[in-house]
């Protein structure tokens, strides 16, 4: 079945960039996404990338794609104290006429950002 | 645009009873939510899919005759945990995808559950 893999953590300082990775088994999939979540709350969607791309650029967010190896990495640049949380990436596949399928959630990063 | 909001956000109940959550989308149409379960310092499982209108599709594994999932109209969907025991306690999420179609879905903030 499908699998994601994330780092369990990273530690970075304040104005450095945070560079989180991931893996992922399914070759057919279509979309690749980074989802934030903040200590007891949902997650919130910060930045997908379609699986013909290579990267995506979106402010302090750059998206990585490497489909030969299966690795998607989320860099962000000049990390701030209010980036600490939970990193989630996901993927999903795209069904024949266009049904859409389930999230595949990745284990998680915890990114900790010391001031 | 795109909120999606759940009822309540947080819940204690006795071993045994039932508890119901709800999920909405304020601004938008949701033919299909999605409900998932996630366990301290864990990822997020998915429990179950529905479409607004059929019978929900239900992840290996999942009970479906203890986790009770109704989607009576487009911007509402409830999930029931019938006899919970402290074993269900977890953090449970909603996500709901809008009529327009696309891939994204939006997340509700999550409803933390508590069996004592």
Redesign the interface.
């Known amino acids: 079945g499908e699998d994601v893999e994330q780092s369990l953590f990273l530690s970075v300082r304040e104005g450095d960039s945070s560079v989180i990775n991931c893996t992922y088994t399914d070759s057919s999939s ?2 690749l996404y980074w ?1 934030k979540q903040e200590p ?6 910060l930045t ?1 990338i379609f699986s013909n791309m290579d990267m995506k650029q979106d402010q302090r967010l750059t998206v990585l794609l490497n489909k030969k190896d299966k690795h998607l990495s989320l860099r962000i640049a000049d990390t701030q104290t209010g980036d600490s949380a939970i990193y ?1 990436c996901a993927e ?1 596949n ?1 069904g024949y006429g ?1 049904a ?1 399928n ?7 990063t915890l990114l900790a950002v010391q001031p | 645009g795109a909120v ?1 909001s ?1 009822h309540p956000s947080w819940v204690i109940c006795k071993s045994g009873t039932s508890v119901k959550i709800e999920c909405r989308s304020l601004d938008f149409q949701a033919t ?1 939510m ?1 409900w998932y379960r996630q366990f301290p310092k ?5 429990m179950a ?1 529905s479409n607004e209108g059929s019978k929900a599709t239900y992840e290996q594994g999942v009970e479906k005759d203890k986790f009770l999932i109704n989607h009576a109209s487009l911007t509402l969907s409830t999930l029931t945990v019938t006899s919970a025991h402290p074993e269900d306690s977890s953090f449970y ?1 909603c ?1 709901a ?1 809008g009529r327009q ?10 409803t ?1 559950l508590t069996v004592t």
């Open positions: 279509t979309y989802y007891g709350a949902g997650l919130q969607l997908y989630f999903s795209r266009g859409t389930k999230l595949i959630f990745g284990t998680g | 999606v759940q299909t999605f864990q990822s997020l499982m998915l899919t999420i996500s995808r179609g696309g891939n994204e879905q939006y997340f509700g903030p999550g933390r």
